[in-house]
C-alpha cells in the first residue's frame, strides 16, 4: 500500500548505555528526556501550589515538617509572609519554564516532529542533545535558589561569590513573582528578604533556560523546512507540526528580548549599573546612595523591564498553549474519524494567533501608567485574537459535528482542552480592555483567567498527547480504565478549583497575599477559599494515578501495534517503539494529506498518507488528491 | 549562494484545495528523482543560520530598545567620547567581511590552497577587532569610566560585550573551517558540505561585521 525512498542516515544507532540513554542525539531519547524533566518540575511545582493552598485556607497552622526545614521562613511551622511570596515565585516560574514550555514543545515536539514529517532525525542531533542539557542545568540553578534562600549556612557560603548572592532568608528561593519586577528585583539584599543570591540564580536560571530554547527553536525551524520528506509539502503537514513550528518561532524571536533584559537586570544587581533603577529610591528605610550598602542610582526606568518582560511573557503563552492546540485537533480528527474541519483556515489562525502575540504585551501592564492610547491600542490587538481563537474552536467543534467518536481517554482530554480553552479564554475578553482590567487587575480572576487556559489547557493538551502517544513511544498502551478516573476527577477538580477564584476575583480579593483574615470585605470568602483547596488537593492526589498509570504501563501494560488508533499520519507508519533511525533506512513518501478519515470508496475509513492506490475525492477534508 | 528557499512560486488551481504541484519549500517537496539532493541537505547549515541569526537580531533589537528608552528616561545621560582605535577596528572587521568573501569564491572555483590562505587572513583581521575592542575597554578604564559610570558607557560595555562574546563564536567557526581546509576532499557530498558549512560561517561573519557598524552608529550617533 505504500511507497518508500531510501534515506541516508547520519549517525549509526549507539550501543553503550550511556550514548543510547543519557548523552544521546537522538531526538526520540531526547524527547523523553524533556517530558522527565517536566515529570520532576511539575512535581515541585505542585507541592508548592499545595502549600500555598493550605496557607491560604488555614493562615497561622503549625505544619510540623515545614518547621523543621525552614526554621526562618516557617518558624514554629507558620508560614511567614515572605515564605509564602517566594512560594508563589518558584510555583510560577518551575510551571512556565519547565513544564509548560519544555514538555509541550521540547518533549512532545521533539518526539514527534521528525517522525511526522518523515526524517530520521533532526536537522542538528548533537545541537538538540545541547539545548537539553542546558535546559536541564537551568532547572538546577533555579533548584539552587531553594537552598539558597531557605538554608542560612548555604546562604552565607554563597555570599562569597560578592554581595548580591547573599541568600538565607529563610524562603524557598527570591520574591518577585514569576515576573520578577524592577525595581524590588534589581536592588539586591537590600529590598528585603528573597531578593539576594535567590534572585541571582533566578535570573541566570532563566538565562540559561533562554539559551536552551532558542538552541531548540532553531533546530526545528530548520528541520520543518529541509528535512519533510517526498511529497510532505507544507500543505500536507499534520496541524501539531505546523503548531510545533509555530511555537518554536515564537521561541526564537521572543526568548532573546527576555535573555536581553534578563542581563540588564543582572548587571544592575552585580555591576551597579542603573537601567532599571530610578534615582532617589527609599527602600527599607535606606535612601540610595545613602549607605554603602546602597549605593547611588539615577535615572532607570522600572518600566522598562515591564516592557522587555512582557514582549516576552506574551508569547510564552503561547509557546505553551499552541502545542496543545495542535496535539488536540490531531487528536479530535483521529477520533472523530472526520478531516480537520478547516485545515487552511486551522493553519492560518495558528500564524495569526502566533503573529498577534507579539503585539499585545502592553495589556499585562494597564495599570503602569501607561497612556489610555496605548492601552486602546492594546486592548484592540487583544481583543482581536479572539477571532482566530474562534475559528479554532469553532473548526474543532465542526470536527466533531456528526463524527462516529470514540471516547478514548486521550480524546475525552482533548475535549476537556477545548472546554478549557474556552473557559478560560472567555475571561481574556474581558481582562483585555483596559477599562475593565484595571479593577480587576492584580485579583483572583487573572489567577483564574491565567490559570485555566494557559496552565491547565496547556497540560490537558500534553495529557491527551500522553495517552494518544504512549502506545508509539513505548509500544503499550496506558491503562484506558485508570485513565478514564484521571480524566474525570481532574476535569472536574481544575473547574472546581478555578471557577470560584473568578468569584473572589469579582469580590476583590487580590493576588499574590498570604492571607485574608484581616480584611472585612473578605469575611465571606474564607468557606470558597477552603473549598477551592479541598479540590486542589483531590486534584493533586489523582495526578499520582497517572503516575503511577505512566510508570506502570511502560513495563505492563497491554501492547499496541503499529498503528493501533487507525490513525493517518508517518508516526503510524513505523513500528512501535520506532527505530533508532525512524523508518529503518526507508523514508515514506507521501501521497496525501494528513486527516483523510472517511474517504467515500477507500476501502477502509481512513487514507493514510503513505497509501498509494486510494483516490481521495478532492474537497474530502481540506487537500484533495494529487 | 547562500539562498534559504528557491522563489519558484507556488500555483494554486482553485480555492481550498491547496498547491496542486507540490510547493518548493525545503526538501519535502522536490519532485525530481535522486532525492534526497545532497546539496538541498545541506542546505540545513544556511537555513539553520539564518534562523539563528534572526534570534541574536532579536537580542540587539530588545538592547537597543532600551537604550534608546533609557537615553530618553533621565537626564543623568553623559554620552561618551569616541575612543579613536573603534575607527581602526571598523577598518579591520570591513576588511575581514571582504577577505572572507574572497575565500568563499576561491572555495567556489575549488582552489584550496588560497582558500586556506585566505581563511587564515579572515582569522588574523578578525583577532586585530578584538584586540583593538580590548584597547578601547581598557583606553576608558584608564579614563576612569567604567561599567557604572553613567548609562552611555553602562550601554557601551554591555553592547560592545555582546557583540564581542558573538564575535568570539564567529572567530571558532572560522578557526575551525581554516583547520577543516587543509584536509583534501573529493567526495562529493563532503564538498557541498563544505561550501554550506562555509557558508554559514560567511553569513554570520558579515552579519557580526553589520551588527557591529549598526551598534557603532548607535552608540555615537545617538546620544
Not at chain 1, 495517552?467 to 481532574?490: A, D
Not at chain 1, 512501535?576 to 472517511?598: I, K, M, R, T, W
Not at chain 2, 504541484?21 to 542546505?43: E, I, L, M, T, Y
Not at chain 2, 583581521?125 to 559610570?149: D, E, N, P
Amino acid at each position: 500500500m505504500s511507497e518508500t525512498h531510501e534515506g541516508v542516515h547520519r549517525h549509526p544507532a549507539p550501543t553503550g548505555f550511556i550514548r543510547k540513554y543519557i548523552f544521546s542525539i537522538d531526538h526520540k531519547v531526547i524527547g523523553i528526556q524533556y517530558i522527565m524533566l517536566a515529570l520532576a518540575a511539575v512535581v515541585v511545582g505542585m507541592l508548592m501550589s499545595l502549600l500555598m493552598r493550605l496557607q491560604l485556607s488555614w493562615p497561622g497552622t503549625d505544619w510540623p515538617i515545614l518547621g523543621t526545614l525552614f526554621p526562618t521562613g516557617a518558624p514554629n511551622g507558620v508560614m511567614n509572609p515572605e515564605f509564602y511570596l517566594s512560594l508563589v515565585t518558584m510555583h510560577g516560574t518551575i510551571m512556565v519554564f519547565f513544564v509548560l514550555t519544555t514538555a509541550p514543545q521540547g518533549g512532545f515536539g521533539n518526539y514527534f516532529l521528525p517522525i511526522q514529517i518523515g526524517a530520521e532525525d533532526m536537522a542538528f542531533p548533537y545541537l538538540n542533545m545541547l539545548s537539553f542539557w542546558v535546559t536541564l542545568v537551568g532547572f538546577i540553578v533555579i533548584l539552587m535558589a531553594i537552598f539558597v534562600e531557605g538554608n542560612q549556612g548555604i546562604g552565607e557560603w554563597f555570599a562569597t561569590l560578592g554581595p548580591s548572592f547573599a541568600g538565607g532568608s529563610g524562603t524557598v528561593g527570591p520574591i518577585g513573582g514569576w515576573t520578577g519586577y524592577a525595581p524590588l528585583s534589581a536592588l539586591g539584599k537590600i529590598a528585603g528578604p528573597g531578593q539576594g543570591g535567590g534572585m541571582n540564580l533566578w535570573i541566570i536560571s532563566i538565562a540559561i533556560f533562554c539559551v536552551g530554547s532558542l538552541l531548540g527553536a532553531l533546530n526545528f525551524i530548520t528541520t520543518l523546512l529541509n528535512m519533510r520528506t517526498k511529497g510532505m509539502t507544507l500543505m500536507r503537514m499534520p496541524l501539531t507540526c505546523w503548531a510545533w513550528f509555530t511555537t518554536a518561532v515564537l521561541a526564537l524571536l521572543s526568548f532573546p528580548v527576555l535573555l536581553g533584559g534578563g542581563i540588564l537586570l543582572l548587571l544592575d544587581r552585580v555591576a551597579n549599573t542603573s537601567f532599571f533603577i530610578p534615582g532617589g529610591l527609599y527602600v527599607s528605610g535606606l535612601l540610595s546612595g545613602s549607605n554603602p550598602n546602597f549605593p547611588l542610582h539615577t535615572g532607570g526606568s522600572p518600566i522598562l523591564w515591564q516592557h522587555l518582560f512582557w514582549f516576552f511573557g506574551h508569547p510564552e503563552v503561547y509557546i505553551a498553549i499552541l502545542p496543545g492546540m495542535g496535539a488536540t485537533s490531531h487528536i479530535l480528527a483521529t477520533f472523530a474519524r472526520k478531516p480537520v474541519f478547516g485545515y487552511r483556515a486551522m493553519v492560518f489562525a495558528i500564524f495569526a494567533i502566533g503573529l498577534l502575540g507579539f503585539f499585545v504585551w502592553g495589556h499585562h501592564m494597564f495599570i503602569s501608567g501607561m497612556s489610555p492610547y496605548s492601552a486602546i491600542a492594546f486592548s484592540v490587538l487583544t481583543l482581536s485574537i479572539g477571532v482566530p481563537s474562534a475559528v479554532k474552536t469553532f473548526n474543532w467543534l465542526g470536527t466533531l459535528w456528526g463524527g462516529r467518536i470514540r471516547f478514548t481517554t486521550a480524546m475525552l482530554f482533548a475535549l476537556g482542552f477545548v472546554s478549557l480553552f474556552v473557559a478560560g479564554g472567555i475571561t481574556g475578553l474581558i481582562l483585555g480592555q483596559s477599562s475593565l482590567d484595571l479593577p480587576m487587575h492584580d485579583t483572583y480572576i487573572v489567577t483564574a483567567h491565567f490559570h485555566l487556559v494557559m496552565g491547565v489547557a496547556s497540560i490537558f493538551g500534553m495529557f491527551a498527547a500522553t495517552y494518544f502517544w504512549f502506545p508509539k513511544m513505548f509500544g503499550r498502551f496506558m491503562s484506558e480504565s485508570l485513565g478514564r478516573i484521571h480524566f474525570w476527577i481532574t476535569f472536574a477538580g481544575v473547574y472546581a478549583i478555578f471557577m470560584p477564584m473568578h468569584v473572589m476575583g469579582l469580590m476583590g480579593m487580590p493576588r499574590r497575599f498570604s492571607q485574608f483574615t484581616e480584611y472585612n470585605f473578605l469575611v465571606n470568602s474564607s468557606g470558597l477559599v477552603k473549598l477551592v483547596t479541598v479540590a486542589a488537593i483531590i486534584t493533586i492526589a489523582v495526578q499520582f494515578v497517572f503516575y503511577f498509570n505512566v510508570f506502570w504501563s511502560m513495563f505492563k501494560g497491554e501492547r499496541a501495534g503499529e498503528n493501533p488508533w487507525e490513525a493517518t499520519t508517518l508516526e503510524w507508519n513505523t513500528p512501535s517503539p520506532p527505530p533508532h533511525d525512524n523508518f529503518a533506512g526507508v523514508l515514506p513518501v507521501v501521497h496525501h494529506g494528513p486527516y483523510e478519515f472517511a474517504v467515500p470508496g477507500a476501502p477502509r475509513d481512513y487514507v493514510m498518507q503513505t497509501d498509494v492506490d486510494v483516490e481521495v475525492p478532492s474537497g474530502n477534508g481540506h487537500n484533495g488528491k494529487h | 549562494m547562500a539562498t534559504m528557499v528557491s522563489t519558484r512560486p507556488v500555483r494554486s488551481t482553485g480555492a481550498g484545495t491547496g498547491p496542486k504541484v507540490p510547493g518548493p519549500n525545503g526538501n519535502g517537496s522536490k519532485r525530481h528523482d535522486g532525492f534526497p539532493d545532497p546539496d538541498a541537505n545541506w542546505n540545513r547549515y544556511r537555513i539553520g543560520m539564518w534562523v539563528g541569526l534572526a534570534s541574536v537580531a532579536m537580542m540587539f533589537t530588545s538592547l537597543s530598545s532600551a537604550y534608546i528608552v533609557r537615553s530618553a528616561s533621565s537626564n543623568d545621560w553623559a554620552a561618551l567620547p569616541m575612543p579613536g582605535i573603534l575607527l581602526a577596528s571598523t577598518a579591520l572587521i570591513l576588511g575581514s567581511s571582504a577577505t572572507l568573501e574572497v575565500a568563499r569564491r576561491k572555495l567556489k572555483a575549488a582552489l584550496s590552497v588560497p582558500y586556506t590562505k585566505w581563511l587564515f587572513v579572515t582569522v588574523m583581521l578578525g583577532l586585530g577587532f578584538l584586540a583593538a575592542q580590548i584597547f578601547a575597554w581598557r583606553q576608558l578604564a584608564g579614563r576612569g569610566i567604567y561599567v557604572a559610570s553613567n548609562p552611555h558607557s553602562s550601554f557601551f560595555y554591555l553592547l560592545t560585550g555582546a557583540h564581542a562574546v558573538h564575535l568570539v563564536g564567529g572567530l571558532l567557526g572560522l578557526t575551525f573551517l581554516w583547520l577543516r581546509s587543509r584536509r583534501h576532499v573529493i567526495d562529493k557530498t563532503l564538498i557541498a558540505r563544505r561550501k554550506a558549512a562555509t557558508d554559514a560561517v560567511s553569513i554570520y561573519w558579515h552579519f557580526m561585521d553589520a551588527l557591529w557598524i549598526y551598534l557603532f552608529l548607535l552608540l555615537f550617533l545617538w546620544r
